[in-house]
């Protein structure tokens, strides 16, 4: 096992009102507390800078289970962690004989190890959101962005979610940017590689997405695997046959056993690699034959829960409305407009 990042770097000042003049005020980070005579934290990107006074901090403070460190004697660094990761990593030192000094689980949500190293200086592995971490990255009007697809229906229909926005949104194909092969196998995965692979190309900010039909008397196919069904030809009229054969195939004739639900996974991606994953969902049940030239995919065979017609005959603002996409996309503007 090896970390995947740093979610702290230390230093150390006796002077913390000096200190706070020239990082606030000269390299212009903001303070996100303060305890004086103690330390000051700063954010900075995706990670935190804390500066604390060593005489206080090589002192335990009453009350408190962190352990103490400071320039006078042991250092301390934090690794960042996930909450599944940080388990392992409880268990992966424990097998190297590794004492776990103290954990933590902080008032505002996530959780802390500490342990040492053989130096003695104090390490930690902790999740980000003990520090409130990712503070999102925003999208400014005027500002471009990557939509990372080929597909012109799915371009069409995201246009139309940013254009209240002002982002001026320009395609992947328009930019000659090819498509990453999909090996990912959830939609997270796969919308993450594609928004990945148009920023690094494009060194913009991109978004993409990867989205599916998933049917529950099939298993959950075509899931990931809806776009392929269609051919290298994208015939969906066929891809929709071929979920019907399938269906009839098992005996899934009524309503009750046709249920499925979309699924719509939408990444953005900085050039720099920092990432947000958003994902949404529509329940609903599949009808024969299709109904509707509206929409792309399988939208014709598609009734959402509490409606009669299918996402293929409802008007764009009606789908819009209730889609998949749409409300990964209401999860995307609260975070980054």
């Given at each position: 096992m090896k970390p995947s990042g740093i979610l702290e770097t230390v230093l150390y000042a006796e002077d913390l009102a000096e200190a706070r003049r020239f990082y606030e005020g000269i390299l212009g980070l903001e303070c996100m507390a303060e305890?004086?005579?103690?330390?000051?934290?700063?954010y900075c990107g995706t990670q935190m800078l804390l500066i604390f006074n060593p005489q206080r901090t090589s002192e335990a403070k009453e009350g408190s289970a962190i352990p103490p460190h400071g320039a006078l004697g042991p250092g301390h660094l934090c690794f960042v962690a996930s909450t599944v990761e940080l388990d392992r990593w409880r268990a992966h030192l424990e097998q190297h004989d590794v004492t776990i000094e103290s954990e933590m689980t902080w008032s505002g949500g996530g959780r802390s190890i500490y342990f040492r190293d053989p130096a003695g200086n104090s390490l930690e592995f902790a999740e980000p959101k003990i520090w409130n971490l990712p503070r999102p990255q925003r999208l400014r009007r005027g500002e471009k962005l990557v939509v990372a697809t080929h597909n012109p229906g799915k371009l069409k229909e995201?246009?139309?979610?940013?254009?209240?926005?002002?982002?001026?949104?320009?395609?992947?194909?328009?930019?000659?940017?090819?498509?990453?092969?999909?090996?990912?196998?959830?939609?997270?995965?796969?919308?993450?590689?594609?928004?990945?692979?148009?920023?690094?190309?494009s060194g913009l900010p991109a978004l993409a997405?990867?989205?599916?039909?998933?049917?529950?008397?099939?298993?959950?196919?075509?899931?990931?695997?809806?776009?392929?069904?269609?051919?290298?030809?994208?015939?969906?009229?066929?891809?929709?046959?071929f979920v019907e054969e399938k269906l009839q195939a098992v005996g899934a004739r009524d309503s009750e056993r046709r249920s499925a639900h979309f699924v719509s996974a939408l990444c953005i991606?900085?050039?720099?690699?920092?990432?947000?994953?958003?994902?949404?969902?529509?329940?609903g049940?599949?009808?024969w034959p299709p109904r509707g030239?509206?929409?792309?995919?399988?939208?014709?065979?598609?009734?959402?829960?509490?409606?009669?017609?299918?996402?293929?005959?409802?008007?764009?603002?009606?789908?819009?409305?209730?889609?998949?996409?749409?409300?990964a996309f209401r999860k995307l503007v609260d975070a980054v407009f």
């Open positions: 305890e004086a005579g103690r330390h000051l934290f700063f995201i246009n139309e979610l940013l254009t209240p926005f002002g982002v001026t949104a320009i395609s992947a194909g328009s930019l000659g940017l090819a498509e990453p092969e999909e090996t990912e196998a959830t939609f997270g995965g796969n919308a993450r590689l594609k928004a990945e692979h148009a920023a690094a190309a997405d990867d989205s599916g039909l998933c049917v529950d008397a099939l298993g959950g196919e075509p899931g990931v695997y809806s776009a392929r069904w269609a051919g290298p030809a994208k015939d969906f009229a066929l891809a929709m046959r991606s900085w050039p720099d690699r920092y990432q947000l994953i958003f994902e949404g969902r529509v329940d049940f599949l009808v030239a509206n929409g792309f995919g399988y939208d014709p065979i598609f009734v959402p829960a509490g409606h009669d017609q299918t996402f293929g005959e409802m008007g764009g603002q009606e789908k819009y409305a209730i889609s998949h996409r749409t409300r």
